[in-house]
């Protein structure tokens, strides 16, 4: 079983950054390919950017692409969400999970473990 918990979220002014941590407990990432997630008020939740178990590859959703950078250290069994030019329509709550698919980009279903979610808010 893996325990994942986000932090860094908070109230950012448009233009600004933050940095989403995802911690890892309960047992290693080795294996698993991680992703970020959004939800906002009255929206599905999406997907925002994804990162195989090594690292060597990544994957981002179309609006933040160029902007948000994702991660991973696992010896510290973390991943991480880098988040520049913030803009409002941006903020959601933020979640991470984890995924034992690998060969492939995983649909948001074949994610296994999630965290409890950090809120990220972008004021104009």
């Known amino acids: 079983q893996v325990q994942l918990v986000e932090s860094g979220g908070g109230l950012v002014q448009a233009g600004g950054s933050l940095r989403l941590s995802c911690a890892a407990s309960?047992?290693?990432?080795?294996?698993?390919?991680m992703g970020w997630f959004r939800q906002a008020p009255g929206k599905e939740r999406e997907f925002v950017a994804y990162?195989?178990?090594?690292?060597?590859?990544?994957y981002y959703e179309d609006s933040v692409k160029g902007r948000f950078t994702i991660s991973r250290d696992n010896a510290k069994n973390t991943v991480y969400l880098q988040m520049n030019s913030l803009k409002p329509e941006d903020t959601a709550v933020y979640y991470c999970?984890?995924?034992?698919?690998?060969?492939?980009?995983?649909?948001?279903?074949?994610?296994?473990?999630w965290g409890q979610g950090t809120q990220v808010t972008v004021s104009s």
């Open positions: 999970a984890a995924t034992w698919v690998s060969s492939r980009i995983p649909t948001r279903n074949e994610y296994r473990y």
């Open positions: 309960g047992r290693t990432l080795s294996g698993l390919a």
């Open positions: 990162i195989s178990w090594l690292g060597t590859s990544t």
